[in-house]
């Protein structure tokens, strides 16, 4: 919006919207697979799956 409404990006702006446009791509992929036929059956998968990622990140933060 600010282009067209005339105001420049500034090199903050540019940085944030990197940075948000890269976290996006680490998590987009894995959404794809809810695209495909029958791929909210793999909901309860992807969640355990998710959860196993949490608690090994909470585990290596505790040991550190």
Do not use: C
């Not at 791509?25 to 894995?30: L, M, S």
């Amino acid at each position: 919006m600010k282009p067209r409404n005339g105001v420049a990006w500034s090199p903050e702006d540019r940085e944030l919207l990197r940075r948000e446009f890269r976290h996006l791509a680490t998590a987009a992929p894995a959404f794809l697979i809810f695209l495909l036929p029958g791929g909210a059956l793999l909901l309860p998968v992807y969640a355990w799956f998710m959860d196993t990622r949490r608690q090994t990140r909470l585990d290596l933060t505790r040991s550190g």
